[in-house]
């Protein structure tokens, strides 16, 4: 049996306003001044930084890794005659 219904239109989008992007930076500076946002000592700064730039070096090394080991591999496949 077929459906008579039209197929619904999505709804159109709408703009963000300018009122709504401006509460939107109230709210935002209001979190950041209350007393349970905690901001790291410099110390603790120090630290997160230097586990992130070693974990971007890990991956960055296990990503040339692997593209290296790849491309090996398709240059020894493609190769053979």
């Known amino acids: 049996m077929a459906s008579t ?3 619904q239109q999505p709804a159109p989008k ?4 300018r009122q709504g992007f401006e509460e939107y930076v109230k709210g ?10 905690h901001w790291p000592t410099r110390p603790e700064l120090i630290k997160m930084t230097q586990i992130v730039l ?3 070096g890990v991956v960055a090394i296990y990503c040339g ?3 290296f080991a790849l491309s090996q591999f398709a240059e020894r496949l493609l190769s053979r005659k």
């Open 54 to 56: 070693l974990l971007i």
């Open 14 to 17: 709408k703009k963000p306003s």
């Open 28 to 37: 935002v500076r209001h979190e950041l001044k209350s007393p349970q946002t």
């Open 65 to 67: 890794g692997i593209d």
């Open 5 to 7: 219904t039209a197929p």
